[in-house]
Nanobody
């Protein structure tokens, strides 16, 4: 599975961005997906995840209420809608996929990773 993340960019605080992660090579319609991020000088951390159907979603406390993860299995794509962005959201955002339907918050449980897309939020 190859994952291609896109949609990053520069935005002012309070603005919005929508990240996309398109899978190729095989379908991920039965796989759990997640988003992680790595800020400069920090370790990569969990942002959001959802199960294969999208019925169950999980968020880091720092983004809950502002970010929304969703998926379109027909397009083999997962999205991360980011609203009310803050400077502390600045990071490289990575999408990841598991081989199983159940979602997880631990990056160690993900099998495939995209290349990352940079999000910069200015104050």
């Amino acid at each position: 599975v190859q994952l291609q993340a896109s949609g990053g960019g520069s935005v002012q605080a309070g603005g919005s961005l929508r990240l996309s992660c398109e899978a190729s090579g095989r379908t991920v319609s039965s796989a759990a997906m997640g988003w992680f991020r790595q800020a400069p000088g920090k370790e990569r951390e969990f942002v959001a995840a959802l199960n294969w159907s999208g019925d169950f979603t999980y968020y880091a406390s720092s983004v809950k209420g502002r970010f929304t993860i969703s998926r379109d299995n027909a397009k083999n794509t997962v999205y991360l809608q980011m609203n009310a962005l803050k400077p502390e959201d600045t990071a490289v955002y990575y999408c990841a996929a598991r081989r199983v339907p159940a979602s997880a918050t631990s990056q160690a449980l993900y099998d495939y990773w995209g290349q990352g897309t940079l999000v910069t939020v200015s104050s």
